[in-house]
């Protein structure tokens, strides 16, 4: 036998694909699809202010969110789109930055799987270069013929086939869930090539880090304000413990903190804004972020229900979450249930 070797991604999937025999390979050429289309907005978000057309923000051009979109999530958003759409296991696709689903050119195969993705997540950000990352969950898609609609992408968490995310960070990393734990995998810039660096990845389930975008405070629910005033209470306070807080407006970079070494995250929903029930969106934000802490044996929540256990009502559907260390989200969810 050969001395063991880094696996790359594409051997990985071949490793897991031999668990099914019958597999098609559909889904290992989906996977090596999102990869490769990370990896190329990898390099157009490194060149920084140098990439043609920079990374401000397009003029005036305003996303089915309302927000003002960085000239950046239309062009990640373009790639997801273009890199996708011929593989032939796609019936259609979905996006943070398209207002319905869209469909695959008549010119391509259709397959069994639905893609849905935040193609840039913290884009608001960017300019300052921070880190961003791009989020997607493959869902199963309905069987026949027929254009894709709405209604097909409105599946429970707890369904999806697969997720991760990929964060564009000083290494580009590339985290992976197929419902079999997660692995990392760490962008070789020379090989082109994501290699396994943190397989069988686990979020400590104990932690004294907590993040919150705390200008918020005055919108928060009882259970939330108890729960971040007994944090900065400290070793003083009934958690007899000093806490830690992070915020980097950017849920990517925060989920993989987590993942590396715990912690919380909590964008709860707040009454800020009455037509928006939490800030984050469900089906290509939460479901997915969710599905990774969780396969890692961490803990996703909207504080009242398991998010993966949301039956999403619209496409950019948004949601309270609190996710990370399976004892504080625990935490967080009684203080909802003591209400
Ligand atoms: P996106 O850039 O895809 O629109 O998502 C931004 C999200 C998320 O990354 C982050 O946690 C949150 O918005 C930041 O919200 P604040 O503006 O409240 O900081
Ligand atoms: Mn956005
Ligand atoms: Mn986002
Ligand atoms: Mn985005």
Request: charged share 20%.
């Amino acid at each position: 036998m050969t001395t063991p070797h880094r696996l790359t991604l594409t051997q990985f999937l071949i490793e897991e694909r031999r668990r099914f025999p019958d597999a098609s390979g559909d889904f290992n050429s989906l996977i090596l699809n999102v990869a490769l289309a990370c990896k190329s907005i990898a390099r157009k978000v490194a060149c920084g202010a140098l990439l043609e057309g920079g990374h401000g923000d397009v003029g005036g051009a305003v996303n089915v969110q309302g927000e003002t979109q960085k000239e950046m999530d239309v062009v990640s958003n373009e790639v997801f789109l273009q890199v996708n759409e011929w593989c032939g296991c796609l019936a259609g696709m979905a996006s943070e930055e398209m207002e319905s689903p869209y469909q695959i050119a008549d010119c391509y195969p259709k397959g069994k799987y639905l893609l849905v993705f935040d193609p840039l997540d913290g884009s608001s950000n960017i300019d300052v270069n921070v880190s961003v990352g791009s989020i997607f969950s493959v869902l199963r898609a309905p069987m026949g013929e027929a254009a894709v609609t709405e209604q097909d992408f409105l599946q429970a968490g707890a369904g999806q086939v697969a997720a991760g995310y990929a964060v564009y960070g000083p290494a580009t990393m590339l985290v992976l869930t197929v419902g079999n734990g997660v692995n990392g995998f760490t962008l070789d810039v020379n090989l082109g090539e994501f290699m396994l660096t943190h397989p069988a990845m686990q979020v400590p389930a104990d932690t004294s880090e907590f993040a919150i975008n705390a200008s918020n405070s005055r919108f928060w629910e009882p259970p939330v304000k108890r729960y971040v005033d007994e944090c900065l209470a400290g070793r003083t306070g009934v958690r007899g413990k000093d806490f830690n807080m992070r915020w980097i407006a950017s849920m990517v970079a925060e989920a993989h903190r987590i993942l590396m070494r715990g912690g919380v995250f909590l964008y709860p929903r707040d009454s800020k804004d009455a037509s928006k029930p939490g800030r984050l969106r469900l089906l290509y934000e939460a479901n997915p972020i969710g599905f990774v802490i969780e396969q890692a044996g961490g803990r996703a929540s909207t504080g009242r229900q398991p998010v993966l256990a949301v039956q999403p009502s619209s496409l950019h559907q948004r949601i309270g979450l609190v996710f990370g260390s399976r004892h504080e989200v625990e935490r967080i969810e009684r203080y909802h249930n003591d209400l």
